[in-house]
Every structure is written in structure tokens, then in C-alpha cells.
């Protein structure tokens, strides 16, 4: 059974950094490709970021150049580096590996001052 835990969200003050985690368990992680999205209250689910197997990248273009996907197949785990954070970045994100199941169960990220 496949399983998606993200890790690494909170509050952070306008122009700050996070780092998110999503930790693979129950499947051949490097053998997919790893997304992140953000859903924000109201809003539907946004594709931030994607990282293919031999780490080919792909951004949304609200997260371009202040996002960065990567991945650590050893260690069955994916990351996003946030930098630059604004308000709108607000809402909860999650990862997934495309074709295997579902989205993870999230972890909230909130930029205000």
C-alpha cells in the first residue's frame, strides 16, 4: 500500500523560505514521477512542481524561479524548497507520484506577517 507523508509546513512571514519533505513508503519511488500541489480553501487543487524520474522539472509560473522540486530516490524521498514566500502561496500542500494513487494528506503552509 502506497503511502505519502508530507512534512515541513508552518507559518512564515512574507519574503521567508520553507522546506517540504514527502516521504514514499510501499512502492518503488524512483520508478515515478513526483509531484506537489497546493490547495487553498475554497480553491481548487493547483499543480505546483513536478520532478520526473531522471529529474527533469517542470513549475507553475506563480512558482517559478522562487520554487524548487527535487528528489532523493535512496532515500524514497521528495522535496520543495520555498523561498521568496508570498500570501498567496497560503494553503495546504501535498505530493503525489503520479500514477500510483492519490494525493498525500498535506501539510498547511501560511505566509503572514
Known amino acids: 500500500q502506497v503511502q505519502l507523508v508530507e512534512s515541513g509546513g508552518g507559518l512564515v512571514q512574507p519574503g521567508g523560505s520553507l522546506n517540504l519533505s514527502c516521504v514514499a513508503s510501499g512502492i518503488n519511488f524512483s520508478m515515478y514521477t513526483l509531484a506537489w500541489s497546493r490547495q487553498a480553501p475554497g480553491k481548487q487543487r493547483e499543480l505546483v512542481a513536478r520532478i520526473r524520474r531522471f529529474g527533469q522539472t517542470n513549475y507553475a509560473d506563480a512558482v517559478n524561479g522562487r520554487f524548487t522540486i527535487s528528489r532523493d530516490n535512496a532515500k524514497n524521498t521528495g522535496y520543495l524548497e520555498m523561498r521568496s514566500l508570498k500570501p498567496e502561496d497560503t494553503a495546504t500542500y501535498s505530493c503525489?507520484?503520479?500514477?500510483?494513487?492519490?494525493w498525500g494528506r498535506g501539510t498547511q503552509v501560511t505566509v503572514s506577517s
Open positions: 503525489t507520484l503520479e500514477g500510483a494513487g492519490d
